[in-house]
Nanobody, 126 residues
């Protein structure tokens, strides 16, 4: 089992930037993919981004492509979500998640991930 702790959320004005971090422990970090999801009030959890254990590719939802970047530092057991040009509709609780393996057959599916962090709130004001 992997333990995940997110940080970096907060309040930002529209057009601003934030960087979320997620520190992992409990398994060899490079052995599994990492993902970011978000959930806004009254909405289902939504896939945001994912990265395999190798870090050699990334997967982004259409809603954040061109604005968000996912990266990982396997030496620090940490995955990052760099968010730019933030919009009010980006307001949500952001969760990091650890995948079952390095490469996943279905990156956006929550079922592909077996460990989740507690979440960090991101609020974008207009």
């Amino acid at each position: 089992q992997v333990q995940l702790v997110e940080s970096g959320g907060g309040l930002v004005q529209a057009g601003g930037s934030l960087r979320l971090s997620c520190a992992a422990s409990g398994r060899t970090f490079s052995d599994y993919a990492m993902g970011w999801f978000r959930q806004a009030p009254g909405k289902e959890r939504e896939f945001v981004a994912a990265i395999p254990g190798t870090g050699l590719s990334t997967y982004l939802s259409d809603s954040v492509k061109g604005r968000f970047t996912i990266s990982r530092d396997n030496a620090k057991n940490t995955v990052y979500l760099q968010m730019q040009s933030l919009k009010p509709e980006d307001t949500a609780v952001y969760y990091c998640a650890a995948g079952y393996r390095s490469y996943l057959s279905n990156w956006p599916a929550p079922e592909s991930y077996n460990s989740w962090g507690q979440g960090t709130q991101v609020t974008v004001s207009s």
